[in-house]
Protein backbone atom coordinates (compact mmCIF):
# COMPACT_ATOMS: atom_id res chain seq x y z
CA UNK A 1 0.00 0.00 0.00
CA UNK A 2 2.82 2.45 1.27
CA UNK A 3 4.54 1.34 -2.66
CA UNK A 4 0.79 2.41 -4.49
CA UNK A 5 0.65 5.89 -2.35
CA UNK A 6 4.35 6.95 -2.90
CA UNK A 7 4.47 6.36 -6.54
CA UNK A 8 0.87 8.36 -7.17
CA UNK A 9 2.39 10.80 -4.96
CA UNK A 10 5.15 11.24 -6.89
CA UNK A 11 3.46 11.21 -10.23
CA UNK A 12 0.96 13.80 -8.82
CA UNK A 13 3.74 16.27 -7.95
CA UNK A 14 5.25 15.56 -11.28
CA UNK A 15 1.74 16.62 -13.17
CA UNK A 16 0.97 19.84 -10.62
CA UNK A 17 4.59 20.99 -10.82
CA UNK A 18 4.01 20.96 -15.28
CA UNK A 19 1.03 22.72 -14.82
CA UNK A 20 2.22 25.19 -12.43
CA UNK A 21 5.37 26.31 -15.03
CA UNK A 22 2.87 26.82 -17.44
CA UNK A 23 2.33 30.45 -17.06
CA UNK A 24 0.33 31.58 -19.95
CA UNK A 25 -2.32 29.38 -18.56
CA UNK A 26 -2.24 31.12 -15.04
CA UNK A 27 -2.63 33.98 -16.74
CA UNK A 28 -5.56 33.42 -19.05
CA UNK A 29 -7.36 32.27 -15.52
CA UNK A 30 -6.35 35.47 -13.51
CA UNK A 31 -7.08 37.89 -16.64
CA UNK A 32 -9.51 36.12 -19.74
CA UNK A 33 -11.69 34.30 -17.07
CA UNK A 34 -12.73 37.98 -15.73
CA UNK A 35 -12.52 39.90 -18.66
CA UNK A 36 -14.72 37.63 -20.58
CA UNK A 37 -17.76 37.57 -18.66
CA UNK A 38 -17.36 40.78 -17.41
CA UNK A 39 -17.55 41.99 -21.68
CA UNK A 40 -19.98 39.65 -21.60
CA UNK A 41 -22.34 41.00 -18.89
CA UNK A 42 -21.37 44.43 -20.09
CA UNK A 43 -21.75 44.22 -23.77
CA UNK A 44 -24.57 42.08 -24.23
CA UNK A 45 -27.92 44.19 -23.80
CA UNK A 46 -30.63 43.43 -20.54
CA UNK A 47 -33.51 42.48 -22.24
CA UNK A 48 -35.57 39.40 -20.88
CA UNK A 49 -35.37 36.69 -23.39
CA UNK A 50 -37.98 34.06 -23.24
CA UNK A 51 -36.76 30.40 -23.09
CA UNK A 52 -38.03 27.27 -22.12
CA UNK A 53 -35.46 25.08 -19.83
CA UNK A 54 -35.65 21.35 -20.53
CA UNK A 55 -34.13 20.41 -17.31
CA UNK A 56 -37.04 21.97 -15.53
CA UNK A 57 -39.61 22.04 -17.73
CA UNK A 58 -40.28 26.03 -16.76
CA UNK A 59 -40.57 29.67 -18.90
CA UNK A 60 -38.13 31.53 -18.26
CA UNK A 61 -36.83 34.91 -19.09
CA UNK A 62 -33.97 35.88 -17.65
CA UNK A 63 -31.81 38.92 -18.99
CA UNK A 64 -29.99 38.83 -21.94
CA UNK A 65 -26.88 40.00 -20.59
CA UNK A 66 -27.01 37.70 -17.24
CA UNK A 67 -27.36 34.34 -19.22
CA UNK A 68 -24.83 35.43 -21.78
CA UNK A 69 -22.58 35.63 -18.63
CA UNK A 70 -23.29 32.10 -17.61
CA UNK A 71 -22.37 30.81 -21.18
CA UNK A 72 -19.11 33.12 -20.86
CA UNK A 73 -18.18 31.31 -17.98
CA UNK A 74 -18.86 28.31 -19.12
CA UNK A 75 -16.97 28.89 -22.46
CA UNK A 76 -13.81 30.09 -20.49
CA UNK A 77 -13.54 27.26 -17.97
CA UNK A 78 -13.72 25.04 -20.76
CA UNK A 79 -11.15 26.82 -23.03
CA UNK A 80 -9.03 27.20 -20.05
CA UNK A 81 -9.04 23.70 -18.78
CA UNK A 82 -8.70 22.04 -21.77
CA UNK A 83 -6.09 24.53 -22.82
CA UNK A 84 -3.83 23.52 -19.38
CA UNK A 85 -4.39 19.98 -19.37
CA UNK A 86 -3.37 19.52 -23.19
CA UNK A 87 -0.17 21.41 -23.06
CA UNK A 88 0.47 19.29 -20.02
CA UNK A 89 -0.04 16.34 -21.84
CA UNK A 90 1.36 17.29 -24.84
CA UNK A 91 4.66 18.38 -23.54
CA UNK A 92 4.75 15.40 -21.31
CA UNK A 93 3.83 12.96 -23.19
CA UNK A 94 7.98 12.24 -23.95
CA UNK A 95 8.50 12.29 -20.08
CA UNK A 96 5.97 9.69 -19.52
CA UNK A 97 6.35 7.42 -21.95
CA UNK A 98 10.23 7.08 -20.67
CA UNK A 99 8.56 6.71 -17.03
CA UNK A 100 6.42 3.73 -18.55
CA UNK A 101 9.38 2.57 -20.46
CA UNK A 102 11.21 2.17 -17.15
CA UNK A 103 8.67 0.29 -15.24
CA UNK A 104 6.96 3.40 -13.79
CA UNK A 105 3.11 1.90 -13.17
CA UNK A 106 1.14 3.92 -15.78
CA UNK A 107 -2.02 3.44 -13.63
CA UNK A 108 -0.24 5.72 -10.67
CA UNK A 109 0.50 8.41 -14.28
CA UNK A 110 -3.08 8.08 -15.04
CA UNK A 111 -4.15 8.73 -11.69
CA UNK A 112 -2.03 11.42 -11.24
CA UNK A 113 -3.35 13.01 -14.36
CA UNK A 114 -7.15 12.84 -12.97
CA UNK A 115 -6.39 14.25 -9.81
CA UNK A 116 -4.91 17.39 -11.37
CA UNK A 117 -7.58 17.71 -13.74
CA UNK A 118 -9.99 17.59 -10.72
CA UNK A 119 -7.68 20.17 -8.67
CA UNK A 120 -7.79 22.36 -12.04
CA UNK A 121 -11.43 22.14 -12.48
CA UNK A 122 -12.51 23.00 -9.21
CA UNK A 123 -10.32 26.13 -8.92
CA UNK A 124 -11.22 27.26 -12.18
CA UNK A 125 -14.90 26.18 -11.54
CA UNK A 126 -14.67 28.98 -7.88
CA UNK A 127 -13.25 31.38 -9.96
CA UNK A 128 -15.42 31.70 -12.47
CA UNK A 129 -18.13 31.58 -9.91
CA UNK A 130 -17.17 33.93 -7.79
CA UNK A 131 -16.74 36.53 -10.35
CA UNK A 132 -19.94 35.94 -11.57
CA UNK A 133 -21.42 36.71 -7.92
CA UNK A 134 -19.62 39.78 -8.24
CA UNK A 135 -21.83 41.17 -11.26
CA UNK A 136 -25.32 39.71 -10.27
CA UNK A 137 -27.03 37.26 -8.01
CA UNK A 138 -27.57 33.36 -9.01
CA UNK A 139 -30.27 31.68 -7.12
CA UNK A 140 -28.25 28.68 -6.91
CA UNK A 141 -24.27 29.84 -7.00
CA UNK A 142 -23.16 25.82 -5.80
CA UNK A 143 -24.90 24.51 -8.45
CA UNK A 144 -23.22 26.96 -10.74
CA UNK A 145 -20.33 26.04 -9.60
CA UNK A 146 -20.66 21.89 -9.74
CA UNK A 147 -21.61 22.66 -13.62
CA UNK A 148 -18.48 24.71 -14.09
CA UNK A 149 -16.70 21.90 -12.19
CA UNK A 150 -18.21 19.15 -14.39
CA UNK A 151 -17.64 21.04 -17.72
CA UNK A 152 -14.13 21.80 -16.26
CA UNK A 153 -13.45 17.97 -15.69
CA UNK A 154 -15.24 17.41 -19.76
CA UNK A 155 -12.75 19.30 -21.75
CA UNK A 156 -9.28 19.02 -19.35
CA UNK A 157 -10.23 14.72 -20.69
CA UNK A 158 -10.68 16.13 -24.01
CA UNK A 159 -7.42 17.93 -23.68
CA UNK A 160 -5.88 15.09 -22.75
CA UNK A 161 -6.54 13.05 -25.53
CA UNK A 162 -6.07 15.49 -27.87
CA UNK A 163 -2.35 15.69 -26.53
CA UNK A 164 -2.23 11.98 -26.70
CA UNK A 165 -3.36 11.07 -30.30
CA UNK A 166 -2.53 14.46 -32.25
CA UNK A 167 0.78 15.44 -33.55
CA UNK A 168 0.93 19.12 -33.53
CA UNK A 169 0.23 21.83 -30.99
CA UNK A 170 -1.39 24.25 -33.22
CA UNK A 171 -3.99 20.79 -34.08
CA UNK A 172 -4.40 20.27 -30.25
CA UNK A 173 -4.96 23.99 -29.62
CA UNK A 174 -7.72 24.46 -32.74
CA UNK A 175 -9.57 21.26 -31.30
CA UNK A 176 -10.06 22.62 -28.22
CA UNK A 177 -11.50 26.14 -29.11
CA UNK A 178 -13.66 25.31 -32.08
CA UNK A 179 -15.12 22.41 -29.85
CA UNK A 180 -15.92 24.72 -27.32
CA UNK A 181 -17.33 27.63 -29.47
CA UNK A 182 -19.46 25.43 -31.36
CA UNK A 183 -20.45 23.62 -28.51
CA UNK A 184 -21.54 26.61 -26.38
CA UNK A 185 -22.82 29.25 -29.19
CA UNK A 186 -25.23 26.73 -30.55
CA UNK A 187 -26.65 26.60 -26.76
CA UNK A 188 -26.99 30.19 -26.13
CA UNK A 189 -30.52 31.57 -26.91
CA UNK A 190 -29.31 35.14 -27.43
CA UNK A 191 -26.98 34.09 -30.22
CA UNK A 192 -28.37 31.10 -31.53
CA UNK A 193 -32.42 30.61 -32.52
CA UNK A 194 -32.21 26.75 -32.67
CA UNK A 195 -31.25 26.42 -28.69
CA UNK A 196 -34.48 24.44 -28.52
CA UNK A 197 -33.55 21.79 -30.92
CA UNK A 198 -33.59 18.34 -29.41
CA UNK A 199 -30.11 18.20 -31.19
CA UNK A 200 -28.36 20.32 -28.62
CA UNK A 201 -28.52 17.37 -26.14
CA UNK A 202 -26.03 15.46 -27.82
CA UNK A 203 -23.58 18.28 -27.28
CA UNK A 204 -20.10 18.05 -24.91
CA UNK A 205 -21.41 20.37 -22.07
CA UNK A 206 -25.58 20.12 -22.94
CA UNK A 207 -25.57 18.89 -18.69
CA UNK A 208 -23.41 21.45 -17.96
CA UNK A 209 -25.44 24.45 -19.81
CA UNK A 210 -28.84 23.37 -18.30
CA UNK A 211 -27.57 22.91 -15.10
CA UNK A 212 -25.95 26.29 -15.48
CA UNK A 213 -28.72 27.93 -16.39
CA UNK A 214 -30.83 26.35 -13.74
CA UNK A 215 -28.73 27.47 -10.57
CA UNK A 216 -28.51 31.43 -12.35
CA UNK A 217 -32.56 31.37 -12.65
CA UNK A 218 -34.22 29.03 -11.05
CA UNK A 219 -34.46 27.23 -7.30
CA UNK A 220 -35.05 23.92 -8.97
CA UNK A 221 -32.17 21.59 -8.31
CA UNK A 222 -31.22 18.95 -11.50
CA UNK A 223 -29.00 16.41 -10.62
CA UNK A 224 -30.02 14.84 -13.37
CA UNK A 225 -28.38 17.26 -16.03
CA UNK A 226 -25.07 17.27 -13.96
CA UNK A 227 -25.11 13.07 -14.33
CA UNK A 228 -25.23 13.80 -18.21
CA UNK A 229 -22.53 16.29 -17.79
CA UNK A 230 -20.54 13.57 -15.86
CA UNK A 231 -21.29 10.93 -18.59
CA UNK A 232 -19.53 13.24 -20.96
CA UNK A 233 -16.80 13.39 -18.85
CA UNK A 234 -16.58 9.55 -18.63
CA UNK A 235 -16.62 8.97 -22.22
CA UNK A 236 -14.24 12.06 -23.00
CA UNK A 237 -11.70 9.72 -20.43
CA UNK A 238 -11.99 6.87 -21.94
CA UNK A 239 -10.54 8.56 -25.07
CA UNK A 240 -7.62 9.57 -23.22
CA UNK A 241 -6.99 6.88 -21.44
CA UNK A 242 -6.83 5.15 -25.41
CA UNK A 243 -4.47 8.06 -26.24
CA UNK A 244 -2.77 7.79 -22.93
CA UNK A 245 -2.20 4.25 -23.61
CA UNK A 246 -1.09 4.65 -26.82
CA UNK A 247 1.36 7.13 -26.67
CA UNK A 248 3.12 5.23 -23.64
CA UNK A 249 3.30 1.64 -25.24
CA UNK A 250 6.78 0.40 -25.66
CA UNK A 251 8.44 1.49 -29.05
CA UNK A 252 11.28 -0.91 -29.44
CA UNK A 253 11.72 -3.86 -31.50
CA UNK A 254 11.50 -7.26 -30.38
CA UNK A 255 15.34 -7.95 -30.99
CA UNK A 256 15.99 -4.96 -29.06
CA UNK A 257 14.66 -5.88 -25.53
CA UNK A 258 16.76 -7.78 -23.36
CA UNK A 259 15.27 -11.01 -21.87
CA UNK A 260 14.04 -11.55 -18.31
CA UNK A 261 16.51 -12.96 -16.12
CA UNK A 262 16.05 -16.95 -15.67
CA UNK A 263 16.37 -18.03 -11.78
CA UNK A 264 19.44 -19.76 -11.02
CA UNK A 265 21.66 -18.13 -13.48
CA UNK A 266 23.90 -15.30 -13.14
CA UNK A 267 24.13 -14.47 -16.75
CA UNK A 268 20.57 -15.13 -17.70
CA UNK A 269 19.15 -12.12 -19.12
CA UNK A 270 22.39 -10.32 -20.75
CA UNK A 271 22.98 -10.31 -24.04
CA UNK A 272 24.98 -13.21 -25.70
CA UNK A 273 28.06 -11.71 -26.87
CA UNK A 274 29.28 -11.38 -30.37
CA UNK A 275 31.24 -13.93 -32.07
CA UNK A 276 34.50 -11.86 -33.84
CA UNK A 277 33.87 -12.66 -37.64
CA UNK A 278 36.21 -15.13 -39.67
CA UNK A 279 38.73 -12.81 -41.46
CA UNK A 280 38.37 -12.86 -45.16
CA UNK A 281 41.47 -14.90 -47.34
CA UNK A 282 42.65 -11.55 -48.85
CA UNK A 283 42.99 -9.98 -45.27
CA UNK A 284 45.04 -12.90 -44.58
CA UNK A 285 47.07 -12.66 -47.35
CA UNK A 286 47.91 -8.99 -47.12
CA UNK A 287 49.22 -9.86 -43.23
CA UNK A 288 50.70 -12.91 -44.41
CA UNK A 289 52.84 -10.69 -46.75
Not at 26 to 50: C, Q
Not at 155 to 172: D, M, T
Request: hydrophobic share 50%; aromatic share 8%; with cysteine.
Amino acid sequence: MRFHLTRFAVATRFTLTEHGRNRFAMILVGLFVPVWTTLAYLAMPDTPARMRLRATGESLTPHGNELTEISGALNAVTLITGFMMFAATFSGSGFDRRLAMAGYPRTHLVLAKVTALALVSAAVAAYATGVTCLAWSPRQPLLLAAALFCAGLTYGALGVGFGSLLRREVEGMFAIVMTSIIDLALQNPITSSGADNPVMRYLPSYGAMQASTAAGFSTSAVPGYLAVQLAWFTAASLIALVGFRRSTRNCLPLTARIPPPVPGSDTAGLPAPREAAAPSPAVSDTEAH
